[in-house]
T-cell receptor
Framework: TQLLEQSPQFLSIQEGENLTVYCNSS?????LQWYRQEPGEGPVLLVT?????EVKKLKRLTFQFGDARKDSSLHITAAQPGDTGLYLC?????????????FGQGTTLQVKP | DTEVTQTPKHLVMGMTNKKSLKCEQH?????MYWYKQKAKKPPELMFV???????INESVPSRFSPECPNSSLLNLHLHALQPEDSALYLC??????????????FGSGTRLTVV
C-alpha cells in the first residue's frame, strides 16, 4: 500500500517557469520532509514541516503542510537548470515511530535552459 | 562534521563473492539506516539500527547482513548476491529513532553492480 502519493512523477519545463509538486495521503503524519536527489548522490534534506498549515520558504522554494497534516506541496518559482533532480517527500508517523520514514514515489524534474 | 561517509562509492562483485559496504557518521546520531534505491525510484528501507541495536528488518533476504560495531559505524555484509540486487545502497542517520522530525542525513551511496 502506497501511503504517500506524489505527483506529478515527471516534469520537464523551461527555465523561468513555476511549478508545484504535490504529496498526498489519507493518513496523518507527525511531520513531512522534502528531499532533493541528484544523479549518483544521496537525497539531501530541504525542509521539515511539522505544524498543520505551516509554510516554509527556502529562497525560490515554498513548502506547505496541509491543515490536517495529510498532504504537502512544494512550489518552485522561476525554476533554474540547477533545480533539476529527483524530489522526494517523506512522512513520519507519530510518537511511536521507530524512525521509519515513508517515501513518496518521487518527482523527476528537468529544467531546460 | 555533518556528513555520512559511505565506502566504496562503486562496487562490482560476482555472485559468489563476499563484500562489505561501510558507513560512518560522527554527528552523534543514534539511529542509522540502510536503504536500497533503483533508478528513478524512491529509497526502500532495508534495516534500522536504534542505539546500535537492530530494530527493523524489512524482510530483507539473508544474503544481506547488517552490523553496527559502534554508534558511528554501520556495515552491510553481502554474500551470494543476485544481479537484481544491483542498485544504489544508501546509508542514512538521524538524531534519534523516535524523533524523525529532524530529518535524515544520507550518504552519497554505493553503486553496486552484481555480475
Amino acid at each position: 500500500t502506497q501511503l504517500l502519493e506524489q505527483s506529478p512523477q515527471f516534469l520537464s519545463i523551461q527555465e523561468g517557469e513555476n511549478l508545484t509538486v504535490y504529496c498526498n495521503s489519507s493518513s496523518v503524519f507527525s511531520s513531512l520532509q522534502w528531499y532533493r536527489q541528484e544523479p549518483g548522490e544521496g537525497p539531501v534534506l530541504l525542509v521539515t514541516v511539522v505544524t498543520g498549515g505551516e509554510v516554509k520558504k527556502l529562497k525560490r522554494l515554498t513548502f506547505q503542510f496541509g491543515d490536517a497534516r495529510k498532504d504537502s506541496s512544494l512550489h518552485i518559482t522561476a525554476a533554474q537548470p540547477g533545480d533539476t533532480g529527483l524530489y522526494l517527500c517523506a512522512g513520519a508517523r507519530g510518537s511511536s515511530n521507530t524512525g521509519k520514514l515513508i517515501f513518496g514515489q518521487g518527482t523527476t524534474l528537468q529544467v531546460k535552459p | 562534521d555533518t556528513e555520512v561517509t559511505q565506502t566504496p562509492k562503486h562496487l562490482v562483485m560476482g555472485m559468489t563473492n563476499k563484500k562489505s559496504l561501510k558507513c560512518e557518521q560522527h554527528m552523534g546520531h543514534r539511529a542509522m539506516y540502510w536503504y536500497k534505491q533503483k533508478a528513478k525510484k524512491p529509497p526502500e528501507l532495508m534495516f534500522v539500527y536504534s542505539y546500535e541495536k537492530l530494530s527493523i528488518n524489512e524482510s530483507v533476504p539473508s544474503r544481506f547482513s547488517p552490523e553496527c560495531p559502534n554508534s558511528s559505524l554501520l556495515n552491510l555484509h553481502l554474500h551470494a548476491l543476485q544481479p537484481e540486487d544491483s542498485a544504489l545502497y544508501l546509508c542514512a542517520s538521524s538524531q534519534e529513532p523516535d524523533r524523525p522530525n529532524y530529518g535524515y542525513t544520507f550518504g552519497s551511496g554505493t553503486r553496486l553492480t552484481v555480475v
